[in-house]
């Protein structure tokens, strides 16, 4: 450890005699057109965050109709679903009910129709076509020489 002498100084401090200090002088510039900068960049700054707010709301408008649609999908293939299962039960319903065996039994025990009998069933002869468009295309024929004849005989009435 250090220990020193305590003495007395008979000296007396003396300070320095301090520098006079000047005013400054703050050279007057032209506030205004600080202001005006300064506004603008206020300015500037709102429109940027505006700018990035509007971004932001639509794409997250974006992404809401996008959930919307996709809602309305799962919706509809949820119906389409229902409908295609209603009309597989439909078609096999269908083609139950037109089984030949089931039309049968049904004439048979709703409508009472039965088999007829042999004295009841009648056979006709049907004259031979041989063309069924020849057969038509005379009637046709026929008919306009009648009326074209009908006509001439009203003209005379």
């Known amino acids: ?3 020193a002498e305590k003495r007395q100084y008979a000296d007396t401090y003396i300070p320095y005699p301090a520098e006079e200090e000047l005013p400054v002088s703050i050279p007057r510039t032209k506030a205004k057109s600080k202001a005006k900068t300064h506004v603008l960049k206020k300015v500037w700054h709102i ?3 505006l700018a990035g707010f509007a971004v ?3 794409t997250v408008a974006r ?3 996008i959930a919307q ?3 309305e999908i799962s919706t509809l293939e949820a ?3 229902q409908e295609e299962s209603m009309q597989e039960y439909l078609e096999l319903e269908l083609a139950n009910r037109m089984g030949l065996d089931r039309v049968e039994e049904y004439a048979k025990n709703d409508l009472e129709m039965y088999y007829p009998d042999k004295e009841q069933v009648v056979y006709v002869e049907l004259p031979e076509m041989k063309n ?3 057969i038509e295309g005379t009637e046709i024929a026929s008919e306009g020489k009648e009326s074209l004849w009908n006509k001439i005989i009203g003209l005379l009435d």
Request: with cysteine; hydrophobic share 50%; net charge negative.
């Open 79 to 81: 119906a389409l679903t």
């Open 56 to 58: 932001c709301s639509y």
């Open 1 to 3: 450890m250090l220990v």
């Open 63 to 65: 992404f809401a109709v």
């Open 47 to 49: 429109f940027l965050v």
């Open 69 to 71: 649609n996709q809602q």
């Open 132 to 134: 069924e468009n020849e």
